[in-house]
């Protein structure tokens, strides 16, 4: 399986390193810098609940359960213990990379994949620029911070969008001048 997601996932831009224990997933989760885990709750040793516990006692990385024990008292207890979410197996590749990204973003370690679609992930209007999944507004490829952030509820409203990121435009434009 770890292959699988490895070859998936890489796909995708994303990197994938396996343990083939629970201490070893603790170390790697603790020492390692790592953007998100994807645990397995049947390993070798020391159960993928345990390996949770003792995370979350001094990491807040967020982790994902990815487990064929998908019933409720276990998805339950995932999440009670710490999981930011819990997909049992089988589960389908995009919906795993959709629950990842979805989780970078809310835990604001802003990755997506490299080969996401940018033409539907950003929208310009002159020198200002806004991207959807970071939520971040540029004006002249710099990081507006100043700016009060404006986000659209839906890609699919792009006049929404488009007046939105022309009021910033005129908003950023005094600003800075």
């Keep these: 399986m770890a292959d699988l997601l490895r070859q998936s996932l890489a ?6 390193s396996s343990v083939q224990s629970g ?15 994807l645990l397995d709750v049947n390993l070798p040793g020391m159960n993928g609940f345990e390996v949770l516990r003792r995370l979350r006692r001094d990491s ?8 064929a024990r998908g019933e409720e008292i276990d998805r339950i207890v995932g999440l009670e213990i710490g999981a930011d979410d819990y997909l049992p197996k089988p ?3 995009r919906e795993l990379l959709a629950r990842i990204n979805a989780i970078l973003r809310r835990a ?15 929208l310009k209007r002159g020198a200002v620029s806004l991207d959807l999944f970071a939520r971040v507004v540029r004006r002249d490829g ?18 929404a969008i488009s007046a939105t990121c022309s009021r910033m435009s005129t908003r950023l434009g005094r600003r800075a001048g």
């Design 91 to 93: 589960f389908n590749v």
């Design 142 to 159: 710099s990081a507006a911070s100043s700016a009060p952030r404006r986000r659209a509820s839906s890609a699919s409203r792009a006049s």
């Design 60 to 67: 807040d990385v967020p982790i994902i359960m990815l487990t």
């Design 11 to 16: 796909q995708e831009g994303f990197d994938l």
């Design 23 to 37: 201490e070893e997933g603790i170390e790697q989760g603790r020492n390692a810098g790592l953007d998100l885990i």
């Design 108 to 122: 604001n370690r802003e990755r997506v994949a490299p080969h996401a679609d940018t033409s539907r992930r950003e």
